[in-house]
Every structure is written in structure tokens, then in C-alpha cells.
């Protein structure tokens, strides 16, 4: 019989309207898919969820990472920028680690309505990203 997965998830407190709905709902769709939600760490906004998610990986209590977010598009290209960062160091996390990390941040690009609009789709994206790799 496999083990439970244990879940570590991430959440950025900016954009608090979104990413917290996100995160009840990353927590409620892990349950109901069977993984156990071992740690939650808030962190102040979407370009620190690496360094969360890297203390989550280090954990041998955690098999894998959900980290949710908004990254919602301005007036100049800073949204862009963000998510490279934070999607290259969250690939180098899984690397390193070997273990998995579901992204579930909204962006780049994302409008507000987007973003929002989104936010079931998003956390369910991330919680069934890491189960699913998981399992391979």
C-alpha cells in the first residue's frame, strides 16, 4: 500500500483577495485527492515562494511542494520578469531536491478579473502537479 503524500504548500500573501482563497482551496482539493498538507508557509509576495519552497524540499517530512500565487500584469513588463525568476528557480528546486513542485501562480499577463477568475483552476493545477509527478 503506497503512502500518503505529504504536502508542503507555499502562498504569497500579495494579492491576499486571490492567493488566499487559493490557498483554502489547494488545502481542501489536497485532502480530497488523498495527500496530507504537512506545513504551509506565507511569504510576502510571489518572488519569495522559492526560498519557502526550498526550506519546504529540505524537509524529510515533505514529499513534495504546491506553491501558490498572482502575479497580476501593470503598466511595464515587471509581471514577466517576476515569473521567469521565479518559475527557473523553482525548476532548479525540483532538481536539486528531486522532488516535486506544482506551480499554481497566475501570470504573467493576468488581469485582475483573470487572476481571480482563476482561482480554483490554479490551486487545483498545483496540488494535482505535485501529486501527479510524485507518482512517477
Known amino acids: 500500500m503506497k503512502k ?10 500579495f494579492n491576499s483577495e486571490i492567493t488566499m482563497p487559493m490557498l483554502k482551496e489547494a488545502i481542501a482539493h489536497a485532502k480530497r485527492s488523498g495527500a496530507t498538507v504537512k506545513a504551509i508557509i506565507e ?36 509581471d514577466v520578469a517576476i515569473m521567469c525568476g521565479i518559475t527557473k528557480g523553482l525548476i532548479s528546486l525540483q532538481l536539486k531536491h528531486k522532488k516535486p513542485v506544482g506551480l499554481g501562480i497566475s501570470g504573467p499577463g493576468a488581469t485582475w478579473k483573470q487572476a481571480k477568475a482563476r482561482i480554483n483552476e490554479y490551486a487545483h493545477r498545483s496540488v494535482d502537479a505535485a501529486i501527479w509527478m510524485s507518482n512517477l
Do not use: M, N, W
Open 43 to 78: 511569504v510576502p509576495g510571489a518572488y519569495e515562494t522559492p526560498f519557502a519552497a526550498q526550506k519546504l524540499l529540505s524537509r524529510k517530512d515533505i514529499d513534495a511542494v504546491a506553491v501558490v500565487g498572482a502575479v497580476i500584469k501593470g503598466e511595464t513588463k515587471h
Open 4 to 13: 500518503k503524500l505529504r504536502l508542503g504548500i507555499v502562498v504569497s500573501s
